[in-house]
C-alpha cells in the first residue's frame, strides 16, 4: 500500500476515483450530520450553542489530525526523500491551517456566551494558537525558499519540531489546570454524552475527515502536475 | 423534526456555521483551481512539446550541399 503510494503514477491512479469518493462520502455524512446536529434538542446547560460544538470539535480534531498527516508526511520525506512525500506534506499545510483556523474562531464564537469572554490564555487555547502558528510558519518557509528541495527538508525539520505540541495540545486538558473543558468523547470509560449528540458529533467528525481525505488527494494530484509542468518547461528551455 | 432555532444565541450560532462553511469553502475552490491550473498547464507543455517533436521528425531533410563544379 505504502509502496503503491510512493510512487507517483500509482498515486495519480488511485487519487483519480479515491478523491471523488471520498468527496461522496464527505457531503453525505455532512448532509446526515447536519440533519441530526440540527434535530438535537438544546443542550441543559449550555442551550443553543450546543450546535457550535458540532462543528468546533471535528475542527479541533482536524487541526491535530491534518498536522499529524504533515509530520508523518515529512518524516517519509527525509528518511526516504521521495517527491511524493514532500508534495503531500505541503498539501496538507494550508488545509490544517484552514480546521485550525476553524477550531480558534467556532471556539472563541462558543466561549463568549460560555464563558464570558472570547480568549483566554489557558494551555488548550494557547497551544493550538501555537499549532496554528506552526502551520504559518512551515507556509511561510515554503514560500521564503526558491530551492524546492532546500524549503522540503527545512520545512520537514519545522513540521517534526511542531509534532512535540500535539500532545501538548491533546493533554493540556489533564496537565493544567485549564477553563477548556477535558475530552468527552474518546475516553477510557466511554463517551460521557448522550447518544442524541454524540452521533452528529461523530458524523461530522468523519465528514470532516472525509473532506480533509479528499483534499489532500486532489492538492498533492496538483503538486505532482506543478512538478511535471516545473520539469517540462526545464526541457523545453533546455 | 429540524429546529432552527437558536433562541438567544443566534448571534453565535449562525456566525460559526457561516465561517464554517466559508472556510472550507474557500479551502474547496482553492484546491480545486490550484488542481485545475496545474492540469492546464502540464496538458499545455505536454502539448507544445509533442508538436515540438513532431515538427522535428517531419521537418524535410536538409539538401545536401552539392559539390563545386570543376572548372575544366
Not at chain 1, 521564503?144 to 501538548?168: F, H, M, Q, S, Y
Not at chain 1, 475516553?187 to 449528540?197: E, I, K, Q, S, V
Request: some cysteine.
Amino acid at each position: 500500500m505504502i509502496a503503491a503510494l510512493t510512487n507517483p503514477a500509482r498515486f495519480m491512479a488511485f487519487s483519480r476515483w479515491a478523491a471523488p469518493s471520498l468527496g461522496v462520502i464527505a457531503a453525505i455524512l455532512g448532509a446526515v450530520g447536519l440533519w441530526l446536529d440540527f434535530a438535537a434538542p438544546p443542550d441543559y446547560q449550555q442551550g443553543y450553542t450546543v450546535h457550535i460544538m458540532f462543528i468546533h470539535v471535528p475542527a479541533s480534531w482536524m487541526s491535530l489530525f491534518v498536522y499529524a498527516c504533515l509530520a508523518g508526511a515529512s518524516l517519509m520525506g527525509l528518511i526516504f526523500r521521495t517527491a511524493l512525500a514532500d508534495a503531500a506534506a505541503r498539501a496538507a499545510a494550508p488545509l490544517g491551517a484552514g480546521f485550525t483556523f476553524l477550531a480558534l474562531a467556532t471556539g472563541s464564537l462558543w466561549g463568549r456566551p460560555m464563558w464570558g469572554t472570547w480568549w483566554v490564555w489557558d494551555a488548550r487555547l494557547t497551544s493550538v494558537l501555537v499549532l496554528f502558528l506552526f502551520y504559518l510558519g512551515y507556509m511561510a518557509l515554503q514560500a521564503a525558499i526558491d530551492d524546492e528541495t532546500r524549503a522540503a527538508r527545512a520545512c520537514a525539520i519545522l513540521a517534526l519540531v511542531g509534532a512535540i505540541n500535539l500532545p501538548i495540545v491533546h493533554f493540556s486538558v489533564t496537565w493544567w489546570n485549564t477553563l477548556h473543558q477535558g475530552s468527552s468523547v474518546f475516553r477510557r470509560d466511554g463517551p460521557t454524552m448522550p447518544a442524541t449528540y454524540l452521533a452528529p458529533l461523530l458524523l461530522l467528525g468523519l465528514c470532516y475527515m472525509a473532506a480533509f481525505g479528499s483534499l489532500w488527494l486532489v492538492r498533492i494530484r496538483a503538486e505532482v502536475w506543478r512538478r511535471r509542468a516545473g520539469a517540462l518547461a526545464m526541457r523545453a528551455a533546455g | 423534526m429540524l429546529d432552527f432555532n437558536a433562541g438567544k444565541y443566534a448571534a453565535f450560532v449562525w456566525p460559526a456555521y457561516a465561517l464554517s462553511i466559508v472556510v472550507i469553502g474557500a479551502m474547496v475552490a482553492d484546491t480545486l483551481a490550484r488542481a485545475r491550473r496545474w492540469r492546464r498547464e502540464v496538458e499545455t507543455r505536454e502539448a507544445e512539446s509533442g508538436d515540438a517533436a513532431r515538427l522535428l521528425i517531419q521537418a524535410p531533410k536538409a539538401e545536401p550541399p552539392s559539390s563545386p563544379k570543376v572548372e575544366s
